[in-house]
């Protein structure tokens, strides 16, 4: 049990362009979600943090009018990343809870590439 | 500011021995440890995890142990696989994290088992 879904796994897009990533949890209700970007050789960094129902929480220095994020439903939370330039190309991985106590459990991630 | 250190960007172990993996963390706030597992372009896979009320948790070849006074946690694999070749990384969390209960990650240990 306890499985996330992301969706697409890999997507190579011009710059400029708006790149939709989607995480669904597909046996359970995730009240929470989180976005994490990965950098070479470095650790997972948040990004946000977003429950169902309502605006997302954003770390510093992360914009939000960049990478927009919509947890419209307990089953699905999406990232679209606007105006995509080649710096934004990195691996960006979801992961869900149901909440406290529950544990988290990760998408497979999502390799962006900007040309 | 890195609240979740792995100072040991790799390690490398022969098949068979004890592969043990070090971490780190300034926050006396964190109460749940976590364990993931890396493979190149995937999204991590939960491993082991302990509570604070603990100072050991065992899972098959896998042991964390945790030191609160010296906030430090380890993972021991015994005994090392050449399949258990990967990064791994430490997250925790804690209730006085901004973003709920969001983890924080280490930077991650690259352990290479040779045969």
């Known amino acids: 049990g306890a499985v996330v879904s992301q969706h697409p796994s890999r997507v190579i897009c011009k710059s400029g362009t708006s790149v939709k990533i989607e995480c669904r949890s597909l046996?359970?209700?995730?009240?929470?979600m989180f976005w994490y970007r990965q950098f070479p050789k470095k650790s997972l960094m948040l990004m946000a943090t977003s429950n169902e129902g309502s605006k997302a929480t954003y770390e510093q220095g992360v914009e939000k009018d960049k990478f927009l994020i919509n947890h419209a439903s307990l089953t699905l939370s999406t990232l679209t990343v606007t105006s995509a330039h080649p710096e934004d190309s990195s691996f960006y991985i979801c992961s869900a809870t149901r909440g406290a106590g529950y544990g988290y459990t990760f998408g497979s991630g999502t390799r962006l590439t900007v040309v | 500011d890195q609240q979740v250190k792995q100072n040991s960007p790799s390690l490398s172990v022969q098949e068979g021995r004890i592969s043990i993996l070090n971490c780190d963390y300034t926050?006396?706030?964190?109460?749940?440890f976590l364990w993931y597992k890396k493979y190149p372009a995937e999204g991590p896979t939960f491993l082991i995890s302990?509570?604070?009320?603990?100072d050991k948790n065992e899972d098959g070849r896998f042991t964390v142990f945790l030191n609160k006074s010296a906030k430090h946690l380890s993972l021991h694999i015994v005994p090392s696989q050449p399949g258990d070749s990967a990064v791994y990384f430490c997250a925790a969390s804690g209730r006085d994290s901004n973003s709920g209960y969001a983890l924080n990650f280490g930077k991650g240990t690259s352990l290479l088992v040779t045969p």
């Open positions: 302990i509570s604070s009320i603990k």
């Open positions: 046996d359970f209700q995730a009240t929470t």
């Open positions: 926050n006396s706030m964190f109460d749940y």
